[in-house]
């Protein structure tokens, strides 16, 4: 991966972005991604899409989310202590004893911590429970409500302060790369398509409020209406300890992308997608998912009269957690298959 890339994907790692405050976000990949495509916009809903060759066939729409997971203030107390809500499916095992970054109005980044009372102070039961999220709160450092108030309000929102970093030259963790590991892969499709050029009509979409429900999908799916979808997320790695294979299905980092089959994707897209893979070196790993997959592809499929959909992955370890793990080469690699496929497609 160039190193332009890894520079874009660490500042899009950085920005805030739970569901529904996704903007900081979405300006980012915008200023980055309109320097090759034809057209950018951001729509009503908050969706930013860019456009190769709009007058092209057939329109094909590549579907990333660019929400994270994370917390909501929700009640400050008369000492300045902050009480919140989760965004998304946040695991309560891993909350206390957080950093956190809220943002306020403003767009100031406030520092603060998810205390909990020592280990040495719990009673024997509560030792073996996890904290609920009202016994759970955010410390700023302040000492009232008051001087609380002057720095956060009701509605802000906060994730995990933590940023990109890499482990070694593949190997890079963060919070949020589901799913903007995706947004990411989107916009890096897009760079190459545009030094090719395509007869297709290439529709790249970083889509908002997938973690609460799929939301921006729909509705830039049902705004572009394409003849071909395909969703861009992460899947759970499952090459490390207590992770069941025969469940889960056998799915390693640095195995390359993901292609999912199943009833959410169309036959022939899946077919398309492995013949690529093939054709062009491109390792590539199989999951078997029979139902909706509860991913960008699962409204898409479903958009108007439907659409043709794909879905292909980025295997992540330790999902909607701080520390999520992937491999910068699959991400290159889900980028180059996503493009070949579509140079495919359109000629």
């Known amino acids: 991966m160039n190193p332009e890339s890894i520079e874009f994907l660490k500042h899009l790692i950085d920005k805030i972005s739970p569901s529904g405050y996704e903007k900081e976000a979405t300006e980012y990949w915008k200023s980055r991604t309109k320097e090759f495509t034809d057209k950018i916009s951001c729509d009503v809903h908050g969706n930013c899409i860019g456009v190769l060759n709009p007058e092209g066939k057939p329109t094909i729409m590549l579907a990333g989310h660019i929400d994270e997971i994370g917390y909501m203030v929700k009640y400050i107390d008369e000492d300045g202590f902050i009480y919140f809500v989760t965004i998304g499916g946040i695991d309560l095992h891993l909350v206390p004893g957080q950093r956190v970054w809220i943002k306020n109005r403003a767009g100031k980044r406030i520092t603060g911590v998810i205390g909990k009372k020592p280990a040495h102070l719990l009673e024997e039961t509560e030792k073996k429970q996890i904290a609920t999220i009202d016994q759970l709160c955010i410390d700023i450092g302040t000492n009232s409500e008051e001087e609380t108030r002057k720095l956060v309000e009701i509605g802000d929102v906060a994730v995990p302060a933590v940023a990109f970093e890499r482990l ?135 958009t108007k009269a439907g659409v043709a959909t794909g879905l292909v992955s980025i295997p992540l370890r330790y999902m909607h957690t701080p520390v999520e793990l992937l491999s910068l080469t699959d991400l290159d690699n889900v980028s180059k298959l996503l493009a070949a496929f579509i140079s495919r497609v359109s000629s």
């Not at 589901?178 to 290439?202: H, I, N, P, Q, Y």
């Not at 690529?276 to 139902?291: C, D, H, L, S, T």
């Open 168 to 302: 070694n030259d593949d190997i890079a963790i963060a919070r949020g790369f589901d799913d903007r590991a995706g947004a990411f892969v989107v916009s890096e499709t897009l760079r190459r398509l545009s030094e090719t050029r395509t007869k297709a009509s290439v529709y790249g979409v970083a889509t908002v409020q997938e973690e609460i429900g799929l939301r921006g999908a729909k509705t830039s799916a049902y705004g572009i209406s394409p003849d071909i979808g395909i969703a861009i997320d992460v899947t759970f790695a499952t090459d490390y300890p207590q992770m069941e294979k025969k469940k889960a299905g056998d799915i390693k980092i640095g195995g390359g992308p993901v292609i999912a089959r199943g009833p959410n994707m169309t036959h022939d897209i899946t077919d398309r997608l492995i013949e690529v893979a093939k054709e062009n070196n491109i390792p590539y790993q199989i999951e078997a998912i029979p139902r909706g997959t509860g991913t960008d592809a699962n409204v898409i499929q479903l």
